[in-house]
Structure formats: structure tokens, C-alpha cells
Nanobody, 122 residues
Framework: QVQLVESGGGLVQAGGSLRLSCAAS????????MAWSRQVPGKEREFVAT????????SYADSVKGRFTISRDNAKNTVFLQMNSLKPEDTAVYYC???????????????WGQGTQVTVSS
């Protein structure tokens, strides 16, 4: 099992940037596919990005492609989400997730962090 703790959320103006971090503990971090998702009240959790165990392959939701970058540092057991050119519609709670298998479908990820709030003001 793996435990995940997100950080780095906050309030930013439209057009600004934030970098989210997710620190993992427990079983070997490098054995997990890692993902970021987000959720706003009243809506389903939405896939944002995912990265394979080695970092060789990444995938993004169309809504964030070209603005967000997922990366990982296996030596530090951490996955990151660099968010640039933020828009008000990016406002959500952002969650880190882990799985032994690659998927763009958030419901396939069994391990989740507690989330970090990102608010983008217009």
C-alpha cells in the first residue's frame, strides 16, 4: 500500500502558475503509475494527467494539454504537477493517485491523497 500527501495548492490570479507536489510513502514509489485528478463540488472527479513508473510516458486531459506538466522524482518519492496559464475553470480540489496499472480512468486508481485546493481568480 502507498500513502499520498499533496501540497502546493493556493490562490492565484488567472494567467499565473502553481506547482503541486505529492509525497508518497509505503511500498516502492517507482512501481506505481501516478496521476493527478481534480474535482469541483457537484461534479465527478476529472482526470488531469498521468505518468508511468519510469516517467517515459505521460498523458493529459485535453483541457490542460499544453499548460500543465506532470513529472516525477523516484529518488524523492514525489510526483509534481506544474500548472501554467491558469484559468478560473481550473479551480478545484486536486488529488494525487497511484495505481499499479496505467489508466486514464480515475476510478481505476485505488490509492488517493486527501487533496489540495487550487483557486484561480479572474
Amino acid at each position: 500500500q502507498v500513502q499520498l500527501v499533496e501540497s502546493g495548492g493556493g490562490l492565484v490570479q488567472a494567467g499565473g502558475s502553481l506547482r503541486l507536489s505529492c509525497a508518497a510513502s509505503g511500498r516502492t514509489f517507482s512501481s506505481y503509475v501516478m496521476a493527478w485528478s481534480r474535482q469541483v463540488p457537484g461534479k465527478e472527479r476529472e482526470f488531469v494527467a498521468t505518468i508511468t513508473q519510469s516517467g517515459a510516458r505521460t498523458s493529459y486531459a485535453d483541457s490542460v494539454k499544453g499548460r500543465f506538466t506532470i513529472s516525477r522524482d523516484n529518488a524523492k518519492n514525489t510526483v509534481f504537477l506544474q500548472m501554467n496559464s491558469l484559468k478560473p475553470e481550473d479551480t478545484a480540489v486536486y488529488y494525487c493517485a497511484a495505481s499499479s496499472f496505467y489508466s486514464d480512468y480515475v476510478k481505476n486508481y485505488p490509492y488517493w491523497g486527501q487533496g489540495t485546493q487550487v483557486t484561480v481568480s479572474s
